[in-house]
């Protein structure tokens, strides 16, 4: 089995959120009470119990509603800062698929509230989390249960529209490769998203902070996490 | 649908109007994106701007309630800028049909209009015919009162300017839509329409899709890959459901309802329509035939010839009866009925005035609620402000099996009907429906064994023996459906061939009007047959490569893929549209090749068969002359709308509709106390009421509460913030929700006044979960469509205010009053 990767293009999402239910169900995730804060994203963010959630971000431009969708998940680093930072705390609760290359955290290891803060802090795509009841870390599996028997990621069989997208790392980077060169014609700004470090590349067509403010980590942002990586690694 | 959902990857442009795709239909953007993915022009019209719009080449948005407007200068700007595919105006529509002289409109109103019985005399519509009986036509167009002419003087009245004036869309926007969509008149180019309820639920339901048939007919888009209409229906099986003829005008397979006037089945076969016309094929003129087959499948060997079949048993509706559901409830209203079977349905959330039907429960000796869950019409008498002490209708919950609990079939939208499978029993005492029925009428006929009764013979002649060792068995449900041979026929009318006793017929074709053949459905006669159930088929197969799977369950009529698919090829048989072949002639085999043709005749040629086999004349109407409020769609404003005036004329609402008077009906226009138009909806994450989604933990997590979409303009002037608590109060109710203040809603421009909108979904209820809302319906109007009464639900008068800051208790009990 090789390297996979997943890649998310925003402009065949509907955010018609089944990717995010798909989820919940097969990692038998419970729902969250939540209310109608005069938005449609709901819940209002990712949590020990929602790995997978689609972001609603609306405004107006040039007199027009703009209105983007980002289905926003662990990105899979290929050298992931938070398992870095979490050996330097000395927690054990984070590994990598070796085949896949998925980051897997143990939801059954106790991390304490400052270790899970550090871990937080590394990831420039902010997306560990904690439960102060369990004490366990918990985000996106890459359904690596799923993959290692043949079936897609459940986010990405359950996808309608081909926003969702997995695969072998090389065939999805040519795929997103080859849809940013057609989706430029009509919008020059877009771009792939950290697309070098991720095994989660999205792909956006306008500047990445109106869709989420954590979508993209400055690259120098990354190398930092890198370098401080190669350092810590090498001592 | 005339297509099918995956024939919307062959569409060069994709009109969305009256529908929010992309949300109410998510796993069918596939198949849009497919077309997109091929450069495809994605439009979008409605009101709002929603998570469809996101993904349209072209949004344009309008006042709810507007849309023949909008389409009527869709209509002007085809023919002004002769966008229209002439051949297919002239040889497949009534374009060039002659109509009686005394045909005529002026400010408003159709000729032959009587205020006293708001109503036409529809007969000054009709078609000329010759000393034949053949339809009189001017093939070039230019008589002053073919068809085409009289078109054109209608519509030229929506000018851009008006249109703009009236739907609030800007100019710029419509001349886009226009020009896009008018680019499908060409035969190399497919144009397809979707909508859903944003078209019919409105006073003027039936006319916005009269408006779009015209449109399409113009275009030459109907009949083709890539065209059609496109009804997305909001259920699974609600495409089965009118097949089966769940609603009151109807009989299995679109057979008119018995009325009292037509006693006996010569009566009622007199009403089957005919035409002189050798070249219209007019294949409703086989009525008999499934008339008679569908009362042998009811009653067997009971109905027999010299008992006119057991029609008598037939109930029959007085003369000019409307018992469709905004009736029914008024009836029940008045006290007009005993008991009530709520059965797969919520009406005390789903209907337009729903507080109107909770009163109306209260009136019932008592109900049967059959659902999955308890909702909100189980548990009326236990509502908010309903003292249960107070109600006499005794109610009995039924629980019964969810889908993947039962074996059967459903119908989509694109007129599949697909077998499916059980997958688990249901849970406790709960059953199949179709087990329920089985049961019940079993025991209802005992009783009417043992007691006797009023009137018996319908009752103790039914043949209900769709039983396998005692249990019931939905393959022969399905089997009676398709129908059988009652008897041994050495030599079958059809085809000379030997057909057994016993055996399934293999299409209508084969349908008698002498008792020797039994179908429940002519239309689904075909589905099962001796070669197996048909719609139980999933071979992949694709011969003609334009996705119509032919060998994947199976569609009504007889495997048809796309309907109407003989104005897909020239005179001569060749396809007009060469690189989307649907259909084919075979001259030298003398067959035709793809999909399975309307009928096998020839091709028209000079002297051959029409393509539109259905229509009595045998060509698409572009002129309508059987429609209750006139043969061209007209604008008239919703019956609660936020002008005093129609621009088009002195007729502000649609002169034909019935007004319910008195009681709970009140009504509002041009008020100050309700100044904003409002609109109802659904979103992806709720079905319905919610009856079923509503329990789903994971679904009321992504979206939790009652909302009102509101403008910022809007939340200015009310002074309201986004995430406050509102009250959105009809002449009907006042219902609470949270304001979603956005950018994606804007005021419209209509006549120089600024016109605000809301909107709301109608899938919360009391019931559950606690906090969710209350129903939308609390605040529609009873008022609906003057040829079908579907309700007018998309477009009504409301206020919207901030609700006062109080403990949360206190609140939620305000609202309750």
Known sequence: MADKSFFIDTTKCTACRGCQIACKQWNMNPATKTTQRGSHQNPEDLSFVTYKLVRFSEFEENGKPVWYFFADQCRHCLTPPCKIVAELHSVSAISQDATTGAVLYDPKVKVGEKDFKAIREACPWDIPRWDDKTQGMAKCTMCVDRVKEGLLPACVKTCPTGAMNFGDRDAMLAMAKGRLEQVKEKHPKADLLNHEYVRTIFLVVDEPRKYHTFAVAKPETVIAALHESNVLVGS | ?817
Not at chain 2, 194 to 219: E, F, K, P
Not at chain 2, 268 to 284: C, M, Q
Not at chain 2, 448 to 469: H, I, M, S, V
Request: proline fraction near 7%.
């Open chain 2, 1 to 817: 649908m005339t297509n099918h959902y995956i024939d919307f990857r062959n569409a060069d442009v994709i009109l969305n109007m009256g529908s929010n795709v992309a949300e109410n239909h998510p796993v069918s953007f596939k198949w849009i994106q497919r077309a997109k993915d091929r450069g495809a022009i994605f439009i979008h019209v409605d009101p709002r701007y929603t998570r469809t719009s996101t993904k349209a080449d072209i949004f344009a948005r309008l006042r709810p309630g507007t849309d023949i407007a909008f389409l009527g200068g869709m209509i002007k700007y085809i023919l002004d800028n002769t966008l229209y595919d002439e051949f297919y105006v002239k040889h497949y529509t009534n374009a060039s049909f002659i109509v009686n002289p005394k045909y005529g409109f002026d400010d408003g109103l159709f000729a032959g209009y009587d205020p006293t019985k708001r109503a036409y005399d529809t007969s000054l519509w009709a078609l000329e015919k010759d000393e034949n009986g053949i339809p009189k036509r001017d093939m070039t167009l230019q008589d002053e009162h073919c068809v085409f002419q009289l078109l054109k003087k209608h519509y030229a009245r929506y000018t851009l300017e008006k249109v703009t004036a009236i739907t609030g869309t800007p100019q710029e926007d419509l001349e886009k839509v226009y020009a896009a969509f008018g680019s499908t008149g060409t035969p190399d180019k497919a144009g397809t329409v979707l909508y859903a309820m944003g078209w019919t639920q409105h006073t003027v339901g039936v006319q916005n899709i009269r408006a779009i048939s015209i449109i399409q007919s113009l275009l030459g888009n109907m009949g083709i890959a890539g065209g059609g209409i496109n009804a997305l229906r909001g259920e699974s099986n609600v495409q089965g459901s009118t097949d089966q003829a769940l609603l009151y005008h109807i009989i299995p397979g679109y057979l008119p309802a018995p009325r009292a006037q037509w006693a006996t089945l010569a009566d009622y076969n007199k009403t089957t329509p005919a035409s002189k016309d050798p070249r219209s094929v007019n294949w409703w003129k086989n009525r008999p035939k499934y008339v008679a087959s569908l009362l042998k499948a009811y009653y067997g060997d009971k109905a027999t010839k010299e008992n006119d079949f057991g029609y008598a048993w037939l109930p029959k509706l007085d003369p000019a009866q409307d018992a469709s559901w905004l009736n029914l409830f008024d009836e029940m209203y008045k006290g007009n009925f005993t008991g009530f079977f709520a059965w797969g349905m919520n009406p005390a959330c789903s209907s337009a005035h729903s507080g109107k039907v909770r009163q109306a429960l209260a009136k019932l000796d008592w109900m049967v609620n059959v659902n999955v869950f308890d909702n909100e019409t189980g548990s009326f008498w236990r509502g908010p402000d309903t003292d249960p002490k107070k109600i006499k209708t005794e109610v009995f919950q039924l629980p019964c099996a969810a889908f993947l609990e039962k074996e059967g079939s459903i119908s989509n939208s694109g007129r599949w009907m697909q077998w499916r499978w059980k997958c688990t029993n249901p849970p406790g005492d709960a059953r199949p429906d179709g087990e329920i029925i089985y049961e019940l009428f079993r025991k209802v006929q005992a009783l009417y064994r043992a007691e006797k009764g009023a009137f018996p013979d319908p009752l103790l002649n039914l043949k209900w023996d769709y039983e396998t060792n005692g249990k019931f068995d939905v393959h022969k449900v399905a089997k009676e459906i398709n129908g059988y041979f009652l008897e041994d026929i050495p030599e079958h009318p059809v085809d000379k061939k030997e057909y057994k006793k016993g055996t399934l017929v293999p299409s209508f074709v084969y349908l008698l009007d002498d008792g020797r053949t039994s179908s429940g459905n002519w239309i689904y006669c075909a589905s099962y047959t001796e070669a197996g159930n048909m719609a139980a088929r999933r071979k992949k197969d694709d011969p003609t490569g334009l996705g119509l799977f032919p060998q994947w369950s199976w569609t009504w009529p007889v495997n048809r893929r796309i309907i109407y698919n003989r104005a897909s090829v020239d005179l001569e048989g060749n396809p007009r549209n060469p690189k989307r072949a649907l259909l084919k002639w075979d001259a030298e085999n003398k067959k035709w090749v793809g999909d399975v043709p309307d009928g096998p005749a020839p091709p028209m040629g000079t002297e051959g068969v029409y393509p539109f086999i259905m229509k009595p004349d045998g060509v698409a109407s572009i002129y309508g002359p059987g429609l209750k409020d006139g043969p061209f769609p007209e604008h008239y404003e919703p019956l609660e709308c936020p002008i005093e005036k129609n621009i088009m004329s002195s007729q502000r609402i649609n002169p034909v509709i019935k007004i319910f008077e008195g009681g709970p009906d009140t009504f509002a226009t041009c008020d100050p106390r309700y100044p904003f138009v409002c609109t109802t909806y659904r979103v992806t994450e709720h079905w319905q009421t919610g009856v079923l989604t509503r329990w789903l933990p994971w679904l009321l997590e992504a979206e939790p509460q009652m909302f009102c979409e509101i403008s910022q303009e809007l939340a200015k002037l009310r002074g309201i913030a986004n995430g406050d608590k509102v009250f959105v109060e009809s002449p009907r109710g006042k219902i609470w929700a949270i304001a979603m203040v956005t950018p994606r809603l804007k005021p419209f421009v209509i006549a120089g006044q600024t016109v605000h909108m809301v909107g709301i979904p109608w899938h919360f209820g009391w019931l559950h979960s606690k906090d969710a809302g209350v129903n939308a319906n609390r605040l529609t109007p009873t008022v609906g469509d003057p040829n079908t009464m579907i309700p007018e639900s998309k477009a009504f008068m409301v206020n919207v205010t901030k609700a006062p800051k109080e403990p949360a208790k206190k609140a939620e009990k305000a609202q309750r009053r």
